[in-house]
């Protein structure tokens, strides 16, 4: 008897595809407060049990796609130049959410937020604190000056975030 | 500034009191992503229909229950030291948002909000122009340098929300 193989690609990767796929649809079509665990799990073809086995509810669900984008293994900026680099950095995060459905999807994921730090938070801080290294802005100016701006524009005032946004925010931190 | 007397009339501002306790009561009881219409009519012993008509749905009126606390005809600080008044203005903010409850309906509400600036936005916003009068801080740095962290923080890391944090804001923007 051999041993069980676990599978962590193939079907649990094709499934987890088809939950963002199924939520993405139902956002737009429905906006972020109507989406429902049972009918993500209907519109991707997977049991509700293992949906909410691993999510809980639909806002955590929300919280959890709404980052999955912002691939925490893609390149950060490392021109060498403070300003420039957070300067690319928050304009990544800025173009994200200038998009409706990043935003909507923002909005109904954080009604389950405040409980624990969400894995988005947590990934966009690790990044910035790569970024400046021990030279720069420490965590708290970054969250304080960057990323709460910029997400709470995100929440409740998404028509202006615009391109200027991201230098305004790092020219108060790092001046030119 | 004496703050006018507003008369809402007997039987409403009745009513609207009791759909705010009912509000507060189920937020503290289910979270606020639990708290339907039908629930709240039911708690505040009101017609439903009368909730949806004023309040469309469950996310709005949480939005709009949010903010009576930090009543818009209070009266502001005004000691003359711009930085002084800034800070007791922030404050009071950061206050009301290290409350749990009204935390919880914050992020509750988040999930309405973006069609259209929420009242409490724009109620905070004309405070802190009023206490900056022309010599302050813009528009645009109250809410990137102090509304936005500080509703960040209670969205997403409500156990940041320490005393020193108004003072830190309001130092980055009004230097001591």
Redesign the interface.
Known sequence: MSAPVRRTGGRSAAVLSAIRYAVEDLVRERG??KVTIPLVAERAGVNPTSVYRRWG?A?TLLNDIATYRLDPDRELPHSGDLRADLIAWASEIVEHYRKPLN??IL??G?????EQ??EC?RNRRAEALVIVGDAGPAA?EI???I???I????????WTLDEDLAV??VD?LVPA
Chains 1, 2 share one sequence.
Not at 151 to 158: E, H
Request: hydrophobic share 45%.
């Open positions: 972020a407060e509810d806002a935003a909507a909005r109904g954080s009604a389950s937020a405040g730090e969400t938070l708290d969250i304080d000056g990323i709460g701006p997400v709470y524009r995100a929440i409740f005032l998404p305004r925010l108060r």
